[in-house]
């Protein structure tokens, strides 16, 4: 653990904040689906720590500067967090979890459901600079939220050069429906037919399922990164296990990415 210094915390839209820290150090081991686990008190309520995915690092690629994160205030330890400031200091672990692995492929698709953009942007950044210009098709990407208002990172993912798809369930941006609506419409039509392109995926559960499903039934490769309340964050208190065809696993630890073909879901 060490003290981070906060560069900036900025309030992005409604109950998002999106904060850079200097953090270097954890910038330059970090891996897409990674997460930092931050004590945002230093009383005792909250107890214990926050764990928050790497949004994406800043600076250079052969010289990179800290990290960014990107959160949604849902309780008191993203109220806490949200009012820091700019040259404070946090108690910082990280990186921590296994991330996700780039495959190599001319294609991919990257479905978020709600703050499950905040890995994906990371990505979808080193799925590009990792890929041959002369082989290059930018990845598809799918954003879906109940509503307009958490449709989150749709404008990063186009400047990089992704074509972006979004679905609501109230139809109030995009296609009225689930994401998963789309990403099937992906794998019937777009834009390679017969190719076994990667899927790569960050959301709530059923969401999870339902991708674990298509790509089984596609025979498509999907990586998904599972959400859990995490208690320690490093695999010691065995409150985030998920059940898997080789028994229970921690999300903290051998996840929060997994193949999806791996989950056996209830």
């Excluded at 953009?117 to 799925?127: D, G, K, S, T, Y």
């Excluded at 958490?150 to 798809?165: S, T």
């Amino acid at each position: 653990m060490s003290e981070i210094k906060i560069i900036s915390n900025k309030n992005i839209k409604e109950n998002y904040f999106k904060m850079v820290l200097d953090a270097s150090g954890i910038a330059r081991k970090a891996l897409p689906g990674q997460f930092v686990n931050i004590r945002v008190s230093d009383g005792t309520q909250p107890l214990l720590r926050r764990p928050l995915g790497i949004h994406r690092v800043t600076g250079h690629q052969s010289l990179v500067t800290g990290i960014e994160l990107l959160f949604e205030v849902v309780g008191d330890g993203t109220r806490l967090l949200s009012q820091k400031k700019a040259g404070e200091y946090l108690d910082v672990i990280g990186p921590l979890g296994n991330g996700f692995s780039v495959l190599g492929s001319r294609f991919s698709v990257l479905v978020a459901g709600g703050m499950g953009v905040v890995p994906l942007l990371f990505l979808a950044e080193r799925i590009i600079q990792g890929t041959e210009k002369r082989n290059k098709v930018n990845p598809v990407v799918l954003i879906g939220s109940k509503t307009k208002n958490g449709i989150l990172c749709a404008k990063e993912f186009k400047a990089l050069g992704c074509d972006v798809k979004v679905a609501t369930e109230d139809g109030s941006q995009g296609l009225k429906g689930y994401v998963t609506g789309l990403l099937e419409d992906v794998l019937r039509h777009y834009p390679l037919p017969g190719t076994r392109y990667p899927i790569y995926a960050c959301g709530p559960t059923p969401m999870l399922k339902e991708i674990s499903r298509l790509s089984q039934e596609y025979k498509i490769p999907a990586q998904i990164s599972l959400e859990a309340h995490m208690a320690c964050g490093i695999g010691a208190c065995l409150g985030c296990v998920v059940n898997t065809k080789e028994g229970f696993k921690r999300v903290c630890k051998e996840g929060p990415v997994f193949y999806a073909k791996e989950i056996l879901w209830s």
